[in-house]
């Protein structure tokens, strides 16, 4: 006895089609077009995930950078003597501090680099 796929593989092409809405022509409405776009979208949106956290470190690095440079610093040595004294910010929290909160972040800036 054959197996009929006509209800399983429609509800397969459905289902691949409506991830595909909102693409252009026949990336859209054929399945094998479909498909093909909606695999391709999915590693772009895996590759970018990755791509947006070394985005987001590059950011909040040339933030701090033009903060300290206000006060007379470079970044580098900011870093280092962050590590030699053991204080633990990360430069997303620093990078806040730099924008929202300039009172605090000259504070932080002048136990990094006091002696």
């Not at 870093?79 to 990078?95: F, G, H, T």
Request: one cysteine or more; proline letters at 1%; aromatic letters at 6%.
């Amino acid at each position: 006895m054959r197996v009929k796929r006509g209800v399983v593989r429609h509800r397969r092409h459905k289902k691949i089609r409506a991830l595909a809405k909102g693409y252009r022509g026949m990336r859209r409405s054929t399945f094998v077009k479909a498909n093909e776009a909606v695999i391709r979208a999915g590693v772009n949106a895996y590759v970018s995930r990755k791509l947006k956290k070394r985005d987001f470190r590059a950011l909040w690095i040339t933030r701090l950078s033009a903060a300290l440079k206000t006060k007379g610093i470079r970044y580098s040595a900011f870093i280092d003597q962050m590590a030699k004294k053991k204080i633990v910010l990360n430069r997303k929290a620093l990078s806040e501090l730099a924008i929202h909160h300039p009172g605090v972040f000259e504070k932080v800036v002048e136990s990094v680099c006091t002696k």
